[in-house]
């Protein structure tokens, strides 16, 4: 099956600072997603990005299906940003791959 | 509804009892999947409902683990005599086409003593 690698596993930011999360994929997909998961366990779409660049607010991702790999920016984070983010591949149906997820902590 | 619904959102149980565990998905939903997740783990796959399809059950760890679907609507995901193992938070997810996008309910946190 389709490989998923994110990077970097864990981070650790100021209140204010930027950082880029990357997915990195083994094999072509038909759809890719962002989410966050909160401290709570609350598992949010961030971002439905099988190709391309979308924003919504301060995030921002990036796909690049031909060099297989997505990105997700995060601008001037906030400590509500803190919590576990996963990229998930779909590459047909029931083929869905959870990539082991980056865990942020945004300090105040 | 608006969203992907679970219920109950805790539950808790003694080993060895019976629980089910239910998901609505989003209205016109095609596909719905369960997850669980322990604690700090990742998400594991167990069942995958499409349409009338045959789901895919390849997931479901043991035995005393079943799922339904009802007129391709509501789900229920049950577990037989439950064990310690067991606990963790059991999700379901829904998306319109399968590859489309996903959206999750916010689970169902299992304990079992």
């Known amino acids: 099956g389709i490989q998923v690698e994110q990077s970097p596993p864990d981070l650790i930011l100021q209140e204010g600072a930027n950082s880029t999360l990357r997915c990195n994929f083994s094999d072509s997909v038909n759809n890719l997603q962002w989410f966050h998961q909160n401290p709570w366990g609350q598992l949010i779409n961030l971002f439905y990005?099988?190709?391309g660049t979308k924003q919504n607010g301060r995030l921002s991702a990036t796909t690049v299906a031909t060099e297989r790999y997505s990105l997700l920016y995060i601008s001037s984070s906030q400590t509500t940003d803190s919590g576990v983010y996963f990229c998930l591949l779909n590459n047909a149906g029931n083929m869905l791959t959870f990539g082991g997820g980056t865990r942020l902590m945004v300090k105040p | 509804g608006a969203g992907v619904s679970q219920s109950p959102s805790n539950k808790v149980t003694e080993k060895g009892k019976d629980v089910e565990l239910r998901c609505d998905p989003i209205s016109g939903h095609t596909a719905l999947y369960w997850y669980r997740q322990s604690l700090g783990q990742g998400l594991e796959f167990l069942i995958y409902?499409?349409?009338?399809?045959?789901?895919?059950k390849s997931g479901l760890p043991s035995d005393r683990f079943s799922a339904e679907r009802t007129g391709g609507s509501v789900s229920t995901l049950t577990i037989q005599r439950t064990q310690q193992e067991d606990s963790a938070v059991y999700l379901c997810?829904?998306?319109?086409?399968?590859?489309?996008?996903?959206?999750f309910g916010e689970g169902s946190r299992l304990t079992v003593l």
């Open positions: 409902f499409q349409g009338n399809s045959a789901p895919d």
């Open positions: 997810a829904s998306s319109l086409l399968n590859t489309g996008e996903l959206f």
């Open positions: 990005i099988p190709s």
